[in-house]
């Protein structure tokens, strides 16, 4: 089960080899569209910048999130993974409203930790 559109560009799915943990998923191509605001505050557009919005996301509109996602980026690549399917579609919505709406993601870039942005 792969869905590529509910929460895109990021794309959430159910890992084959483990049934039962889901991933959700932002690759470099994607994130060339919003490097601009990232670069405005003075972060690279990669995956680990992708990291700080998603924990900022979280700390600022979902808390009951904190702790049942976890997380793996890669330079040019986000991503978010767990056992909590609803979780990470809850961030997948979140995510998918900072990456449409400029306002939103600068929001959550400034209220984010520099720290996580590494």
């Not at 159910?14 to 060339?32: F, I, K, N």
Request: with cysteine; charged share 30%; glycine share 10%.
């Amino acid at each position: 089960m792969t869905d590529r559109t509910s929460f895109a560009p990021l794309s959430f799915f159910e890992y084959d080899h483990r049934p039962g943990s889901y991933c959700l998923m932002l690759t470099d191509a994607d994130m060339l569209g919003v490097r601009d605001v990232l670069e405005e505050h003075g972060y690279d557009a990669g995956g680990y910048a992708w990291e700080g919005v998603a924990r900022s996301a979280v700390r600022l509109r979902a808390p009951e999130l904190e702790g049942r996602v976890n997380y793996d980026p890669e330079a040019g690549m986000f991503v978010a993974y767990g056992t909590d399917a609803e979780a990470l579609r809850r961030l997948g919505e979140l995510l998918r409203e900072a990456f449409h709406d400029r306002a939103v993601l600068g929001e959550f870039i400034a209220a984010g930790d520099p720290d996580w942005f590494d």
